[in-house]
C-alpha cells in the first residue's frame, strides 16, 4: 500500500512492505527466534527460560567433561590454539548448514562489527583452552564463573549501565571468592602456574567485552543465531589459522593429532558439537534475556561443572575450595536477587531489629502473666 502526497514544496511517499517482502531489521519489532529447529518466539518468556537453562546445563555439562578430557591425552596441553582452531572450524560447518535450513539468508550484521567479535571469541576461546595446559581445571572455571565482573564493567563503558548496590556486591564476593580459591589451588595443584592465571584473566576480559557487544549487535540488527556463530567463528577460523602458520605451530599439533585420531579429532568434534548447541541456546538467552543474564545462567553451570571433575578426574583437593566456592555462589545469589528484587523481598536490617524486639517484648509479658 502506497501513500502519497505531492505538492510543489514536498514528496511523501510511505511504503508498507507486502508479506513476500522483508522488513527491515531496524522497524520488525518482533523477529522469530529459532535454536536449533525449535521457535522459541511461539512460547512465553517463562517457557523460554526453561528451554534456555536446561539446553546450557546439558550441552555444556558434557561440554566441560570433553574439555578436560582432551587435556587428560597424555602430550595434549600445549595444543590449546590447534583445539580451538579445530573448533572454529566445526563451529563454522555448523553454523554454515543451520542458516541454509532457515529461510532469511541474509546477513545483517555489519563485517565491521563480525571482524571485531570474532577476535575477541578467538581471545575468549584460544586463552581458554591454553590455560588449561597451565591450570587445574577447577581453578579455571572458578575463573570463568567470575566473569560477572568484567561484563559489568563492559557494560558500563559500552552500553552506558548503572548497577545497583547488589550487583556491586556480588561482583565483591566473586572477586574474593576467586582470590581465595586461587590462593588453595596454589598451595595444593603440583603443577600450578602463573601463565595460565594470565591466560585465563585475558579471556575473561575479552569474554566481558563479546557479550555486551553481542547483545548491541543482535539486539540492533535482529540476526540469528547461526548467522552470528557462522560469521563470527569462520572469520576467527581465519585469524588462528594465520597466527599459527606465522608461528609454526600448526605443523607440530597436525603430526601429533594424527597418530591418535579418535581420541584427539574424535574428541574434538563431540566437544564441537556439545558446545556449539550450548552457544546457540547462550545466544538466545543473550538476546532475550540480555547479557548479565546469560552469564547468571552459565556461572550457576561452571559451578556444576567443578562438582562433576572432582567426580571424574582425580585431583588434589583441599576445603578452601568449598569455602571460596560457597563465596562465589553468594555472589551468583546476589546477582540473581537484583534482577528479582520486585519479586525476592529480604527483610531489611531495621526490619530484623524490630522482629526481635517485638519477640523478646511478647517473650516478658508471657513471664509477667
Known sequence: MDLKFNSSRKYISITV??????????????DDIVVLGIN????????????????VLVFYLIYGYLQELIFSVEGFKPYGWYLTLVQFAFYSIFGLIELQLIQDKRR???????????????????????????LNYPTQVIFKC????????????????????????AALCMSLGLIWFTLAD??????????????????????????NVQEKAMKLHNA???????????????????????????????????????????????????GYFGISFVLALIKIFGALFAVTVTTGRKGMTIVLSFIFFAKPFTFQYVWSGLLV???????????????????SLYDVINKTAEVRRSGTLAQTV
Request: aromatic share 12%.
Open 108 to 134: 545483517r550484521i555489519p563485517g565491521k562489527t563480525y571482524i571485531i567479535i570474532a577476535f575477541l571469541t578467538v581471545g575468549t576461546m584460544g586463552l581458554s583452552n591454553t590455560s588449561l595446559g597451565y
Open 329 to 347: 555462589i553468594l555472589g551468583i545469589f546476589l546477582n540473581v536477587y537484583s534482577k528479582n528484587m520486585d519479586k525476592i523481598r529480604l527483610p
Open 186 to 211: 596454589s598451595t595444593v595443584a603440583p603443577n600450578f602456574n602463573l601463565t595460565g592465571v594470565i591466560l585465563i584473566s585475558l579471556a575473561l576480559c575479552a569474554d566481558a567485552v563479546i557479550g
Open 17 to 30: 512492505p507486502s508479506k513476500t517482502q522483508a522488513m527491515s531489521p531496524h522497524i520488525k519489532s518482533i
Open 40 to 55: 522459541l518466539s511461539r512460547f512465553n518468556k517463562l517457557t523460554q527460560f526453561f528451554i534456555c537453562v536446561a539446553g
Open 146 to 169: 567470575c566473569k560477572l565482573i568484567p561484563v559489568m564493567l563492559g557494560g558500563v563503558f559500552i552500553q552506558g549501565k548503572r548497577y545497583n548496590v547488589a550487583d556491586v556486591s
Open 224 to 274: 540469528s543465531n547461526s548467522e552470528m556463530v557462522l560469521y563470527s567463528y569462520s572469520i576467527g577460523f581465519v585469524y588462528i589459522l594465520l597466527g599459527l602458520t606465522c608461528t609454526s605451530g600448526l605443523g607440530p599439533a597436525v603430526t601429533f593429532c594424527s597418530k591418535d585420531p579418535v581420541r584427539t579429532y574424535g574428541y574434538a568434534f563431540l566437544f564441537s558439537l556439545t
